[in-house]
């Protein structure tokens, strides 16, 4: 079987989020997908199969299955359009977060997600100690989204990761202040996923972007991920739905010997 690794939301490689990628004809079991997401160690392994006009799309991670992922979406369209169906400029996923569509514009892969509503919650002595700062503000959809004073913070911000896995809400944790150079920008944390920073994080943005989108009073919004490998997204509020968009660029394609 045919794998591909992609930096997403990456300008050239070794920048951007990498995600493998399965392209296949039947589906694997659960079993054996967990197992090749584990052997692969990158924060996402996408698996996806022709079905129709569209393809079904599953995310696994080191630590299980996620109901969304932007970076591995944005490399599984890219190895789709430029290496099995090059006619094509838009791609369409059958998904568990309802279907995704991703169209190529030049050399920038636009996204349509749902966007995620975002509940203030109250700060706990728990969160304090496991972020090992106080944040201005505190939000719970699927992860905890912690508002920082300043992009400085958001840069030097250094989590307890195994008191981060403790934190009973929240799947992961996200830190994010108004930007100087860029619109807004973030960090992302999943030590419960066994990661323990994630380098661009496309899932986040469905919350970061309505949150910023009302609180800068902008539509479009350029974000970037301050993680060492660093990413940008160029965004879009439209409604129920985000638009997100970044380049990638292939970084590997191996086969994978396994025994079905």
Not at 37 to 52: P, Q
Request: charged letters at 25%.
């Amino acid at each position: 079987m045919k794998y591909f690794v992609v930096d997403a939301f990456a300008e050239k490689v070794f920048e951007g989020n990498p995600a493998g990628v399965c392209i296949m004809k039947d589906w694997l079991s659960d079993e054996l997908m967990q197992k090749i997401a584990i052997e692969n160690n990158l924060s996402e392994t996408a698996f996806a199969v022709k079905e129709g006009a569209h393809y079904g799309l599953r995310w696994f991670t080191p630590g299980g299955e996620i109901n969304l992922c932007g970076h591995a979406t944005l490399a599984t369209a890219f190895i789709i359009l430029n290496y099995y169906e090059m006619q094509l400029d838009r791609v369409k996923f059958s998904t568990i977060s309802g279907m995704l569509t991703v169209h190529k514009q030049n050399d920038l892969y636009e996204l349509d997600f749902p966007s995620v509503r975002s509940e203030e919650i109250s700060v706990t002595d728990q969160m304090i100690r496991a972020l090992g700062m106080v944040p201005k503000e505190t939000y719970l959809n699927r992860d905890l989204i912690f508002i920082l004073e300043s992009e400085e913070d958001v840069r030097n911000v250094s989590p307890d990761f195994s008191k981060l896995e403790k934190l009973p809400d929240g799947l992961g944790v996200c830190v994010t202040a108004k930007g100087s150079e860029y619109d807004f920008v973030s960090r992302g944390f999943f030590p419960k996923l066994k990661i323990n920073e994630d380098p661009v994080t496309g899932s986040l943005h469905c919350g970061l972007i309505p949150f910023w989108s009302t609180r800068l009073d902008k539509k479009e919004m350029v974000a970037r991920q301050l993680s060492s490998r660093g990413g940008t997204l160029y965004c879009k509020h439209e409604d129920t739905r985000v638009k997100m968009a970044g380049k990638a660029v292939l970084y590997s394609v191996a086969e994978l010997n396994i025994e079905v």
